[in-house]
C-alpha cells in the first residue's frame, strides 16, 4: 500500500459539468509557441522519414477502433467511492492532456499549412487523434454522470508559451511516457481481466499505438534538427552543451512529475490491481531507454539513489497536500510549506547533478 491523497468529490460547474481541476505545475498544461519559427524549421534532412510517418498518419488505422459498443451501454453506478473519484480524476486528467494536444496541434496545422505543408499536414492528423482520445475519455466521464466542458478549458486555461525546441522535448516525451504508461495497464489488464472494471480499458492497446506515432514525428523533428544544414535560421537541438543540459531537465521534470502523479493518485492504481511504485519506474526506465534513440543521453535511472530521491519528492509533494488541507491561517500554512519546497528542489537539484549516461557512445546498443 503506497500513500495518497484522498480524492476529493467532483464539484460542478452545472449539473453534470465539472470544475476543472485546479492549475498547477502538475496538472496538464496548454501550450503555445512561435508559429512562425516552426514554419521555417529546416525538414530536408529527414524528409524521407517525416513523409513515410505522414502516411501512417494519414492511413489512419484506428479510425473504427474508438467506438462506443454495447459494452459501454449500461449503468455505471456500481462505481462508488473513493474507486469512483480516482477513476474520474484519471479521467479528467488524461483528457485535459489529450485536449491539450489537439489546441497546440490544430494551431500549428492552420499556422503552417501556407509556408510548411508536410508539418501542417502531419500535425492536421495529430490533432484529429488527439480530438478522438479527448472525446471518448469526455464521454467516458459522462458515464460518471460529470463531464467537462471542453469550450470552457479553451477559454478559460492559462497558455504558457514555450519556444518551439522546448515544444519538441515535452511533447516527444509526453507522448513516449504516454504510450509506456498505457501499453503497460492494457498487457496488465490482459493478465488480470477481472480488474477490467470498465470497457475503456480495452482501447488502450491501439490507443498507446497513436502515442507511439506522434512520438516518433516529434524523434524525426529532432533528428532533422541535429543534422541541420540551415544554422542560422534553426538552432541545433543535439549536440551543443545547452541543449543537453535542457534535456535533462526535461526527462528529469517529466519524471518527478510522473512520479508526484502516480503516488498522488495511488489508490487508482491499487483499484485496477497495480502497484504505484513498481508501475511508476517501469513507465519511468522504459521511457527513459526510448528517449535514447532521440536524445543524446539520457538519465541514469540505475543510479541506487535515483528512484528514492523521485519518491522523496513524492513524499513532500503529500506533506504539501496536508497542510494545504488544513484549517491554518495562511501565512501559517505558507512557513510551513517552506521546507517541504525546499526538499523538492533540493532532490530535484541532486537528481540532476547525477551524471547522465552518454547514448551518442552507445547508440548501437541501446535499444
Known amino acids: ?38 514554419a521555417k524549421l529546416d525538414i530536408s534532412a529527414n524528409e524521407t522519414e517525416i513523409r513515410a510517418i505522414v502516411e501512417e498518419l494519414r492511413a489512419d488505422y484506428n479510425r ?50 501556407k509556408n510548411n505543408p508536410l508539418l501542417s499536414e502531419a500535425f ?27 469550450n470552457f478549458l479553451t477559454k478559460n486555461r492559462t497558455y504558457t508559451f514555450f519556444p518551439p525546441e522546448w515544444v519538441i522535448y515535452t511533447v516527444y516525451l509526453s507522448e513516449k511516457i504516454g504510450y509506456w504508461r498505457y501499453i503497460l495497464i492494457n498487457q496488465h489488464m490482459q493478465e488480470h481481466p477481472e480488474y477490467q472494471f470498465y470497457p475503456l480499458f480495452r482501447k488502450f492497446e491501439s490507443w498507446c499505438q497513436d502515442e507511439n506515432r506522434h512520438g516518433d514525428f516529434f524523434k ?23 541543449a543537453k543540459l535542457w534535456m535533462r531537465f526535461f526527462l528529469l521534470t517529466v519524471f518527478v512529475t510522473h512520479t508526484i502523479t502516480v503516488f498522488e493518485r495511488a489508490s487508482f492504481y491499487e483499484a485496477i490491481g497495480i502497484h504505484p511504485r513498481k508501475y511508476n519506474n517501469r513507465v519511468i526506465q522504459e521511457t527513459n531507454n526510448t528517449s535514447a534513440r532521440a536524445f543524446p543521453l539520457i538519465l541514469n535511472t540505475n543510479h541506487p539513489e535515483f528512484f528514492w530521491r523521485l519518491e522523496q519528492c513524492s513524499e513532500n509533494n503529500l506533506k504539501l497536500a496536508g497542510i494545504q488541507k488544513s ?25 540532476y547533478l547525477i551524471k547522465p549516461i552518454d547514448t551518442e557512445a552507445t547508440r548501437g546498443t541501446v535499444l
Open 1 to 38: 500500500m503506497v500513500d495518497s491523497v484522498a480524492t476529493p468529490e467532483p464539484q460542478l460547474l452545472k449539473p453534470g459539468i465539472k470544475v476543472p481541476v485546479a492549475e498547477t505545475l502538475l496538472t496538464p498544461r496548454f501550450y503555445t509557441t512561435d508559429f512562425d519559427a516552426v
Open 64 to 113: 473504427h477502433h474508438f467506438v462506443r459498443d454495447d459494452e459501454f451501454k449500461q449503468s455505471w453506478d456500481h462505481i462508488t467511492g473513493e474507486k469512483r473519484r480516482a477513476f474520474i480524476d484519471f479521467l479528467e486528467r488524461s483528457c485535459t492532456s489529450e485536449f491539450s494536444g489537439f489546441l497546440l496541434f490544430k494551431e500549428l496545422s492552420r499556422r503552417l499549412k
Open 124 to 150: 492536421e492528423y495529430m490533432a484529429r487523434d488527439e480530438a478522438r482520445h479527448a472525446g471518448f475519455l469526455n464521454k467516458s466521464m459522462a458515464d460518471l454522470k460529470v463531464s467537462l466542458d471542453l
Open 220 to 242: 524525426a523533428l529532432l533528428q532533422c534538427l541535429s543534422t541541420s544544414r540551415s544554422a542560422s535560421t534553426q538552432p541545433k537541438l543535439w549536440k551543443n552543451w545547452q
Open 327 to 351: 484549517n491554518l491561517p495562511r501565512f501559517v500554512k505558507f512557513l510551513q510549506k517552506i521546507p517541504p519546497i525546499l526538499a523538492i528542489i533540493w532532490h530535484m537539484l541532486q537528481l
